[in-house]
C-alpha cells in the first residue's frame, strides 16, 4: 500500500511542472500538507482510508492548536486540491473533502497609501547620490507598475523598453505579461541607469539584474524591503507600508480614476478577476465614508 508521503510529493511536483505554480506557493501547499500527513501519522491511517468525518476533525485539531481561521481554511484548500488530484489519478475513487466547509473567514480590507503619502513617500531618497537616486527609481517604478517585489527584483536590463514605455516582468508561475511604464517612472528610472548604475557597479563585473546592491549584485526582496522602510520612517509611515501596500495603492488609485477592472487585473498579473475584485470594496468603502462625513442626515 503506497504510503501518503510519496502521495503529497507526487501531488507537488504536479503543481510545479504541469500547474506551472510558481516555487513559494508550492512551498505554501507542502507545509499545510505537512500538517494534514502529522495528522494522517497520529491516527496511523493513510490518504487512502480517511472519511470526511475525519477531515472534520483535522479542522478541528488545527483550531485546537490556536491556528486562525484563514490559515485553517488554507490548509483545508490544500488538503482539497491533494483529493482532487488523487482521483484525477485514479488513486482514490472518492473525494473525503466534497462536502467539507472551511470555516467562515472576515476578508479584510488592503491597506493602501493616500495621494500624499505617496507623494511624501516618493520625495523621500536622497536624489545626490547613487544609492538614493536606485531608491528613487525602484520605489516610483513599484508605485507606477503594481509589481510585487518578487518580479520588481527579478527585472533585468532586456526587461525595459524606454522608448516603447514598457517594461516585461515574469509573474506568478512564470508567466509574463508587458506593463506599461509612466513618465515619472522613465525619467527617475532613465536618471538611475545614467548615472547611478555605472558608480555603483564602479568598475566591477558587469550585472544582468537592473537593480543593483551597494555590491554591484542583484537586489534581494529583504535589501528592497530595507530601503522602503528607510523611506517610510523619513515620511513618518511605518506600520502601514510594505511592498504589497504599494501594489494596493496602485490598483485602488487607478480604480478610483475610472479605470477598468479588466484592465488592472491584467496589470496586476491576476490570474482571475475575483482577486481583482477586492479592489471594488475598497471603493465603496471609501464612498460610505465619505458619505457618511459629509451628508447631513448621514
Sequence with gaps: MMKSGPLIEDFLRYLTVERGLARNSVLAYGQDLAKFARYLNVKARNARQIRQGEIDEFARRLSREGLAARSIARALNAVRMFYRFLVAEKVVTDDPTAQVRSPRTHKSLPRYLTLEEVDHLLGAPDLQSPLGLRDAAMVELIYATGLRVSELVSLRLRDINMEAGYLRCAGKGGKERLVPLGRQAAQRLRAYLERARPAILSGGTAHPALFLNSRGRGMSRQGFWKILKKCGRAV??????????????????????????????????????????????????RLRKIYKDFHPRA
Excluded at 509611515?237 to 501594489?247: A, E, I, T
Excluded at 478610483?256 to 471603493?283: C, K, P, W
Design 236 to 285: 513618518g509611515l511605518r506600520g502601514k507600508l510594505s511592498p504589497h501596500v504599494l501594489r494596493h495603492s496602485f490598483a485602488t488609485h487607478l480604480l478610483e480614476r475610472g479605470a477598468d477592472l479588466r484592465s488592472v487585473q491584467m496589470m496586476l498579473g491576476h490570474a482571475d478577476i475575483s482577486t481583482t475584485q477586492i479592489y471594488t470594496h475598497i471603493n465603496r468603502e
